[in-house]
Nanobody
C-alpha cells in the first residue's frame, strides 16, 4: 500500500503562484508514474501533469508554460509549481501514483491522495 499526502493548497489571487507538494509513504518501491490531477466543481477529474521515475514529463496542453511538475525519487515527493494562476484553475488537486504490480502482465496499482483545495480569486 502507498499513502499519498498533499500539501500547499490555499487561496491566492489571480496572477499569483502556489506550490503543491505530495509525499508518498508505505510500500513505495516500483512507483513508476506520479501525477497531479484536478477536479473543478461540477467537472470530472482531469490530468494536470505527469512525471515518470525516469523524469519524463507530460502536461495538459492548456497548462503548458504555467505549471511545472518535479519529482524527487530519493524523498518520494512530487511537486507542482503553479504560476500565473487563473480563476479557472480553482479546484481540488489530487496526487496520483502508479506502482508496478507485474512487469510481465503490465499491471499496476493506482493510488490517490485525499486532495488539496486551490482557490484562485479574480
Amino acid at each position: 500500500q502507498v499513502q499519498l499526502v498533499e500539501s500547499g493548497g490555499g487561496l491566492v489571487q489571480a496572477g499569483g503562484s502556489l506550490r503543491l507538494s505530495c509525499k508518498a509513504s508505505g510500500t513505495i518501491s516500483s512507483i513508476d508514474v506520479m501525477a497531479w490531477y484536478r477536479q473543478a466543481p461540477g467537472n470530472q477529474r482531469v490530468m494536470v501533469a505527469t512525471v515518470t521515475s525516469g523524469g519524463s514529463t507530460n502536461y495538459a496542453d492548456s497548462l503548458k508554460g504555467r505549471f511545472t511538475i518535479s519529482r524527487d525519487n530519493a524523498k518520494n515527493t512530487v511537486d507542482l509549481q503553479m504560476n500565473s494562476l487563473k480563476p479557472e484553475d480553482t479546484g481540488v488537486y489530487y496526487c496520483y501514483a502508479e506502482q508496478i504490480a507485474s512487469v510481465t502482465f503490465r499491471t499496476s496499482y493506482k493510488y490517490w491522495g485525499q486532495g488539496t483545495q486551490v482557490t484562485v480569486s479574480s
